[in-house]
């Protein structure tokens, strides 16, 4: 399913619908809207470096947002609230339904790793880097830092994030 960019400001997922690989963020920015994809400003960039150094194509994996619509407070992205999450998590779950070969979901930060977990208020830390399987989806969820979160806080956290992506690829390519 590729992306739209409508004139209500919604980006959907866009990617290979036979991808083993799903990367799920929180919602889209200003240049995301812009450009009707998710992930192409900044944190987009990092991401898609990420995915280049652990041998992914960007186009081979399916990334989207939990939520479609930007999250704003004035000129700030803000994580998105409880009713904006749950306007749109039909759409989320409908876009893991369609990817058949789906082995394993990225989760980039809280939101989409809570969603899925069906936890609230977790320490995020506490969660990046395992994998959970759930009964409600056949496939691996990882919870990641989120891009935005590595161009804060820093190499040592991007240097896991790789080392985590690689492992990914591993993983993927034995199944």
Request: hydrophobic share 35%; proline share 5%.
């Amino acid at each position: 399913m590729d992306t739209k960019k409508t004139k209500n400001n919604i980006v959907l997922g866009i990617g290979s619908l036979e991808t083993k690989l799903m990367i799920i963020g929180e919602s889209p920015s200003i240049s995301e809207i812009e450009a009707g994809e998710p992930f192409v400003g900044r944190a987009g960039k990092l991401l898609t470096t990420i995915l280049e150094q652990a041998d992914f194509k960007r186009e081979d994996v399916y990334i989207t947002n939990v939520v479609k619509e930007p999250c704003r407070d004035g000129n700030k992205n803000r994580p998105p609230k409880q009713d904006e999450i749950e306007k749109w998590k039909a759409t989320l779950w409908e876009e893991i339904k369609r990817l058949k070969n789906l082995r394993a979901i990225v989760t980039l930060g809280k939101v989409p790793t809570c969603l899925l977990l069906k936890e609230k208020n977790i320490k995020l830390s506490d969660y990046v880097g395992k994998r959970y399987r759930k009964d409600y989806i056949n496939a691996d969820i990882i919870p990641a830092f989120h891009p935005s979160f590595l161009m804060q806080y820093g190499k040592e956290y991007t240097e896991q994030t790789n080392k985590l992506f690689r492992q990914i690829k591993k993983l993927l390519e034995k199944n």
